[in-house]
Each structure stands twice: as C-alpha cells, then as structure tokens.
C-alpha cells in the first residue's frame, strides 16, 4: 500500500495560521492533492501539486518536495468556517485514475 | 453546471441483501471513481471507470462490483450485506481522472443492520 501519514488533529485560534503536514512514501509518485471536508459534506478540492514548490491560492498555499516526500498545506488568517477535515491524496503513474488517501487532519479553529 | 449527484442519499439494509447506488457525474466527465468512507480506515478507493471501462480497482472483495453506462452514470452493487460495510460511500468525477480535480458528489449514506 501508499504510506501517507498526516497529523489525527490540530487546532488554532481564529486571525492566526496553521501549517497540516503530510509525508507520503509512494512508488511512481505522481502527484499530490488536498481536500477539505466539513462534517457531514463531501470533500472539496483545494489544491494539486505536481512539480516541487509552493502554489498559492488566496489565504491556503500548498507546498510539495518530491525527493522529501512531504507535503503542508498553509492555512493564513484562519476563520471560524475553515474548522474541517483536511485530507492529503497522492496519485501514482501507474494508477492515473485512483486517489490514495490519508486519514485526514481535524482542524479546529477557536474564537 | 450541476453538480456530481448520487442517490439514494440514505440507506437502510440488512445482512445478506444487496444493494446498488447511483452517481451521475458532472456532464462531459468520463471518470467516475467510487470511495468508502468510515471513521476508521478513511477514505478507501473501490474502483474507477473511464469511457465505460473498469481501468482501477481497488483491495474489496467481489462482493462490491460497478459499472458505467455510456452516457457516463455509474452504479456500484454490493451483495451479500455484511455490517462492516455500514459507511458513506462517495462518487467523484472528472475530465479524465486523477490527473484532475476529482469532484465529490454527497455521498450515500448506507447502513446495515
């Protein structure tokens, strides 16, 4: 199977920024995916790296090294309405078509 | 542009029947994947269809099968019922799969009792 580890929970308090790691060890990586899920909703698409770097987009950035395996996803000037499950998703070439996913990080934001 | 549907929404079944759900993919999608969700494994991969062909499966037994129709809806089956397969079970589309944004439909919520 994919390892793709990412923390069970985190939290942070509304204004401040929050950093979900996620480290993945998957042969014929291809790329990497986030999700956001709220409770009770489907997940949504946040963000694909493919290449090496950061890609921002509005207040969430998502960085990728391949050689390192590992993945954050910046959340900058949290909201109340950002409290979700954030899942990490690695595609390989072989595989184009399926998502592997990980358990998925609860953030919580406080007032 | 409507959204990924699926239906039913709700389900409610016991050990031994089958059970078949429906997703309808955004219009000019060719990929349709299927995923379990549960509180304790996740999100786990079923299988993928493209242009009415299975091209992924994943690790379930052959109790859970699909398939896709020309104009893109897919159904999933599962037979033979078992609690453990009590999950929400979640369709999601795109142009041409994973190289894509995968679109999430709601999901179907199926309990088994």
């Known amino acids: 199977g994919q390892n793709i580890d990412q923390p069970t929970e985190m939290t942070a308090t509304e204004g401040a920024i929050v950093q979900i790691n996620c480290t993945y060890q998957t042969s014929g990586f291809n790329g990497l995916f986030w999700y956001q899920q709220h409770a009770g909703e489907a997940p949504t698409f946040l963000s694909y790296?493919?290449?090496?770097g950061l890609e921002e987009k509005g207040r969430f950035s998502s960085f990728l090294s391949r050689s390192k395996g590992y993945s954050y996803l910046l959340l900058k000037e949290l909201q109340m309405k950002d409290s979700a499950s954030y899942l990490c998703a690695v595609t390989r070439g072989s595989t184009l078509g399926r998502l592997y996913f990980g358990r998925g990080t609860q953030l919580t934001v406080w007032p | 542009k409507a959204g990924v549907t699926q239906t039913p929404r709700y389900l409610i079944k016991t050990r031994g029947q089958q059970v078949t759900l429906s997703c309808s993919p955004i219009s000019g999608h060719r990929s349709v994947s299927w995923y379990q969700q549960t509180p304790g494994q996740g999100l786990q991969f079923l299988f993928e269809y493209f242009s009415e062909t299975q091209r992924n499966k994943g690790n379930f037994p052959g109790r859970f099968s699909g398939r896709q129709f020309s104009n893109s809806r897919s159904e999933m089956n599962v037979s033979t019922l078992e609690l453990g397969d009590s999950a929400l079970y979640l369709c999601a589309s795109s142009l041409q799969g994973a190289i894509d944004e995968q679109f999430f439909g709601p999901g179907t919520r199926l309990t088994v009792l």
């Open positions: 790296n493919v290449l090496d």
